[in-house]
C-alpha cells in the first residue's frame, strides 16, 4: 500500500498541478480578470498572477523525478493548503462578497465540492510527504 501511495500520489498531483496551469494559460485574460475579481487586494491578485501559473508548472516538474519529488510534495503542500484556506475562508464569509469558484472543471463545483476535493488532494499530499520523510529517517 505504501509503494502505492509513493507512486500514484505524486502522479496525481502532477495531473492536477499541471491541468490547473494550462487552464489559466488557455483562458490566460479570463484568469487574469478573475483574480482581481477575487476578495483580495489587487496588489496580492497582480503578485498571483505572475507566481500562479509558474508556481503549478514548477510543482509538477519537481513531482516528475524521483530526486526532487521530496521538495515537490513540499511544494505542493504548501499550494493546496493555500488553495484550501482561501476556499475555507470564502466559506465562512471572511469577506463581505463571495468571488466565483473559478477553475476549468472546478468552476462547476461548488464551494463545499472544492473544499473537499482540495482536501482529499491535501491528505494524499500529506500522506505522501509523510511516507517520504518516514523513509529518509529509515535509511539513516
Known amino acids: ?3 502505492l501511495i509513493k507512486s500514484s500520489v505524486p502522479a496525481l498531483l502532477v495531473l492536477l498541478f499541471v491541468y490547473a496551469a494550462f487552464s489559466k494559460l488557455i483562458t490566460f485574460n479570463d484568469f487574469r480578470q478573475q483574480l482581481y475579481n477575487q476578495a483580495f487586494s489587487h496588489e496580492l491578485a497582480g503578485f498571483l498572477f505572475y507566481f500562479l501559473i509558474p508556481a503549478e508548472i514548477v510543482t509538477a516538474l519537481l513531482l516528475c523525478f524521483d530526486r526532487t519529488q521530496f521538495i515537490g510534495l513540499l511544494f505542493s503542500s504548501l499550494l493546496l493548503l493555500a488553495f484550501t484556506t482561501y ?5 465562512l464569509h471572511y469577506w463581505d462578497r463571495t468571488p466565483c469558484s473559478c477553475g476549468g472543471i472546478l468552476n462547476e463545483m461548488g464551494w463545499t465540492t472544492h473544499l473537499i476535493f482540495n482536501c482529499v488532494f491535501l491528505i494524499l499530499n500529506l500522506t505522501a510527504l509523510y ?7 529509515q535509511t539513516r
Open 1 to 3: 500500500m505504501k509503494a
Open 87 to 91: 476556499i475555507a475562508l470564502v466559506m
Open 131 to 137: 511516507l517520504r520523510i518516514s523513509e529518509r529517517r
